[in-house]
């Protein structure tokens, strides 16, 4: 690669890596992915990875600022970055962003994560979505919008003027799992199978009284009456969850433009079920986070920090 | 024993089963217990079991009429009596009882479950439970009442005038131990530890916004926080889940007397939700079972069934 590296962004979560390489203006030149996420990292093995991995790109970019984010700057990652409390925008993140030198006198950034203290005092956290989010922003103009990012711990985040102003976490993925994979509602479902009209009808009757709880049961009683099969019960289940999910997140914020960042079947789901509530939203591919590492680079610039 | 038997009734479940000897007006004279529910029986072995069991009572009451309900009347069991769609009385539980003959020339009858059709035509089920509330409907008198069963599959019932008119069923007690077994949440617990405060935050915190997705990640998130220690995570966890349940099984419900059956802690945490909610509730022993087989030994014997 000949063009010049205006800065690095790293995302590096519990399972996997993703480096980008910005070059003018933040563009992406270029992207590596790894498997080597925090957990699979020995002891104090983060430097020798990170060299492994972009050595070459540090040696190519030598002034250009390093950022990384996600669970790395957790307590089982390289550096922890305390959580920042809500609202903040990314002068406030890169304020609270901590540095990591390295044995070849380079310092690189490790981003904070997020945390929000709700209804009763009860904390939410997040980490490495905030960077996600903050990429999301130009894409989402500077009104109110809702940003979200579904998944084993799907998070809604309320964004307005360029500031995370408050957020939720929605345990929806990994439940869905628990409970296709270790309850009797799994028996009833082929895994791996789908079926869209069901989901929907599962968004459909998240709507309805009985609460969710309730309407689990549904799953049981509808095969039972053989109202539903094996192919279609899990897409229903997964309904009644995505649309348990939104009506909590959207109970408050009946308005505000959505942006939705993933990729795949998770995310057509979602933006079906978005559809099904009278909600249009716009999709945001992963990599948006390389722009939320090139806001960070930018303001770590102006700061004189890098 | 050299009391007269009127009448026998057997609670045969998934995993269990209780038979009781009534006497006079009646009074439970003996009671016998077995671990050999329907799941443990192979092929059509109900019958050897059933005389092993209660041989002794069927040779010394040859007059008494037996009543059996649960599981065993479902597909898996020993004779399928369909579900009877609610509202239903004992006059209907009656008529829609099916008769098995042994080979001794007795007849024995066995229970239908109910059913129930929800908003949206969703069907809801229960078997074996109908006969502990028809026992219950006398304690509560005959005003209108709610009589919840909770467990596993909890089951609320809305009764009045002696009829079931309605019910619904939470799968709290399973979606407790599939999150406590096999999700992130059950890292952050010791198994069978409990704190009663903990599970009052619980319920606490389901009156509050976010819905039942959201709050259940404040599990692992107030855990992180040092908010919540091992020991009494499980219990808030319970406090949300059995929250929830109330919450949607009260919300049309508001000012009716509530009959609780069951036993044990589990109905003591019911009792404590119950009263953190500002309601008071009665609760009956699962035994008051026998109570609801004499009413359906009863009828059959007024419409001249035995």
């Keep these: 690669m000949s063009e010049m590296i205006r800065a690095i962004g790293c995302d590096w979560g519990t399972s996997s890596l993703r480096i980008y390489r910005l070059g003018d203006d933040g563009v992406v030149v ?14 104090d093995g983060f430097e020798a990875v990170f060299e492994e991995i972009i ?20 307590r089982q990652g390289w550096r922890e970055a305390p959580y920042l409390e809500c609202p903040a925008d990314v002068g406030e993140l890169v304020a609270a962003m901590l540095p990591v030198d390295l ?9 904070p994560g997020l945390s929000h203290l709700g209804e009763g005092g009860v904390p939410d956290v997040m980490r490495g979505e905030e960077v ?59 895994a791996d199978s ?19 709880l309730n309407h689990l049961f549904g799953v049981r009683a509808r095969g039972l009456f053989g109202e539903l099969d094996q192919r279609s019960a899990g897409a229903y289940m997964s309904g009644l969850l995505v649309g348990h999910e939104l009506a909590s ?16 079947r998770l995310v057509e789901h979602y933006r079906a079920a978005l559809f099904r509530a009278g909600r249009t939203c716009k999709v945001l ?10 806001r960070l680079a930018q303001e770590l610039t102006q700061r004189g920090y890098c």
């Design 249 to 264: 997140a959207l109970s408050e914020n009946s308005t505000a433009e959505i942006g939705l960042i993933g990729s795949g």
């Design 132 to 190: 996600q989010i903050l990429g999301a922003l130009e894409s989402l103009g500077d009104t109110a919008a809702l940003v979200c990012l579904p998944g084993t711990h799907s998070k809604w985040a309320r964004v307005e003027s360029g500031r995370v102003i408050e957020f939720s976490t929605y345990i929806t993925g990994e439940i869905f799992e628990a409970l296709r994979d270790h309850t009797i509602l799994g028996r009833m479902m082929t």
């Design 103 to 111: 044995s070849r006198g380079r310092r690189v950034w490790v981003a």
């Design 194 to 212: 789908w079926d869209d009209g069901a989901f929907l009808d599962g968004v459909d009757r998240s709507r309805m009284m009985g609460g969710l």
């Design 55 to 74: 050595g070459d790109w540090l040696d190519a970019g030598l002034n250009a600022p390093v950022v990384l984010s996600g669970m790395i700057g957790s």
């Design 285 to 294: 591919a992963p990599d948006i986070v390389a722009a939320g590492h090139w």
């Design 30 to 43: 270029d992207r590596r992915e790894a498997s080597c996420g925090i957990m699979a990292i020995e002891g």
